[in-house]
T-cell receptor, first 115, second 117 residues
Framework: DVKVTQSSRYLVKRTGEKVFLECVQD?????MFWYRQDPGLGLRLIYF???????EKGDIPEGYSVSREKKERFSLILESASTNQTSMYLC??????????????FGPGTRLTVT | AQSVTQLDSQVPVFEEAPVELRCNYS??????LFWYVQYPNQGLQLLLK??????LVKGINGFEAEFNKSQTSFHLRKPSVHISDTAEYFC???????????????FGKGTLLTVNP
């Protein structure tokens, strides 16, 4: 059974703190993604990675960074958390398009509150 | 650039009634289309996908969708809904313009389906 896990389901942090959100997949997928989900806005892509140590900006990268040191792990970093980063964060993974599989597999999400 | 429009933000229906959730996309090239479902406090789960071939796609839990290239639509349907179908549904599009071989997904803003007894 395929699985994407996220380190926390709920997280409360203070403004200015450095925050790490961790995501691990056990499917040997090359591609990994971080989204944030806000009511009425759907899912917006923050960053994605298509290989170890490779990353590309998504649609809303400002205020975030990422790290991918191992194939199975993709971390989202909020360098200095702000209240407008309060949101649901979803991690996903997928295999490359060449294998004919395009869907992304999602983790359960981390609901982050910044106070 | 690709975009997805889900025409209804909320759809309330009664149990055992049919439902259609509408999705339109814009893209100048071939696309791949997906419907995902998100139950409360959970991640997204794939319902069905269209990559090529038959334009009528059947998915899990009795859902189906029809790809209509001329109308650039991919509407989701179920002939008879259950209380357990209450969830948020997301339409997504991918394709060659999504970033080389990485095939990013562009999501719609979601439709909240509420099934009432």
């Amino acid at each position: 059974d395929v699985k994407v896990t996220q380190s926390s389901r709920y997280l409360v942090k203070r403004t200015g703190e450095k925050v790490f959100l961790e995501c691990v997949q056990d499917m040997d997928h090359e591609n990994m993604f971080w989204y944030r989900q806000d009511p009425g806005l759907g899912l917006r892509l923050i960053y994605f990675s298509y290989d170890v140590k490779m990353k590309e900006k998504g649609d809303i990268p400002e205020g975030y960074s990422v790290s991918r040191e191992k194939k199975e792990r993709f971390s989202l970093i909020l360098e200095s958390a702000s209240t407008n980063q309060t949101s649901m964060y979803l991690c996903a993974s997928s295999s490359p398009a060449q294998r004919g599989t395009y869907e992304q597999y999602f983790g359960p999400g981390t609901r982050l509150t910044v106070t | 650039a690709q975009s997805v429009t889900q025409l209804d933000s909320q759809v309330p229906v009664f149990e055992e009634a049919p439902v259609e959730l509408r999705c339109n996309y814009s893209s100048s090239v071939s696309v791949y289309l997906f419907w995902y479902v998100q139950y409360p406090n959970q991640g997204l789960q794939l319902l069905l996908k269209y990559l090529s071939g038959s334009t009528l796609v059947k998915g899990i839990n009795g859902f189906e969708a029809e790809f209509n290239k001329s109308q650039t639509s991919f509407h989701l349907r179920k002939p008879s809904v259950h209380i357990s179908d209450t969830a948020e549904y997301f339409c997504a599009v991918s394709g060659p313009n999504s970033g080389g071989s990485n095939y990013k997904l562009t999501f719609g803003k979601g439709t909240l389906l509420t099934v009432n007894p």
